[in-house]
């Protein structure tokens, strides 16, 4: 899987959009963005993944670049509960297999009221 | 929405105990695993299970640990003999056997603290 660098932390304001960086210069062409968030020592959360196009669900959107090199989340108003340590993970896709997800660090985002 | 459980929440073993953590996946779902994460570390993945039997495992599943479906619902993590060091939250996870999406869908968690 393709390493990912992420922002350590970041703080955005309450009702305000939320855009969490990603790098992954080293992705390769059949290698997915897929975003899951860890809320407290909760188990962690799908949110989201793509692999070229930008996507968007009930949750997020996923903003690729064109290169793929970087990604960006966007939390569109964030409320108080998406504060969260949220994880980029690049990898291939695998449905219908087993592959374990390696989560790195991720980015702790702190929502300020 | 279904979802995955874990049994206990927390559970205290002294060292050199066996314990067995327990999960219940979601009812559809054909994939199951086990990760770990050590307080303030990574979550990390220790292995993954399909058609009962070992899918893939990481290098952190050793002989000390095992996996099993007893049952049609219940999914297991035994640890043989316990060290200070695998306190831990472990979190079970599953996902449907579908080509159309390979989300993990992660449990609450069990804490363990070895003493």
């Known amino acids: 899987d393709a390493k990912t660098t992420q922002p350590p932390s970041m703080d955005c304001a309450e009702g305000r959009a939320a855009n969490l960086p990603c790098n992954h210069s080293t992705i390769s062409g059949n290698e997915y963005v897929y975003w899951y968030r860890q809320i407290h020592s909760q188990g962690p959360q799908y949110i989201i993944h793509g692999l070229k196009n930008n996507e968007t669900n009930e949750m997020a959107s996923l903003i690729i670049t064109e290169d793929r090199k970087s990604s960006t989340l966007i939390l569109p108003h964030a409320t108080l509960r998406d504060t969260a340590v949220y994880y980029c993970i690049v990898r291939l896709y695998s449905g219908g297999g087993a592959d374990g997800l390696t989560f790195g660090k991720g980015t702790h985002l702190i929502i300020q009221p | 929405e279904p979802e995955v459980t874990q049994t206990p929440s927390h559970q205290v073993t002294q060292m050199g105990q066996e314990v067995i953590l327990r999960c219940v996946p979601i009812s559809n779902h054909l994939y199951f695993y086990w990760y770990r994460q050590i307080l303030g570390q990574k979550v990390e993945f220790l292995v993954s299970?399909?058609?009962?039997?070992?899918?893939?495992k990481s290098e952190i599943f050793d002989d000390q640990f095992s996996v099993e479906r007893p049952d049609g619902s219940n999914f297991t993590l035994k640890i043989r003999s316990t060290k200070l060091e695998d306190s831990a939250m472990y979190f079970c996870a599953s996902s449907p056997d579908s080509v159309r999406t390979d989300t993990q869908y992660f449990g609450p968690g069990t804490r363990l603290t070895v003493l």
């Open positions: 299970f399909y058609n009962n039997e070992i899918s893939e």
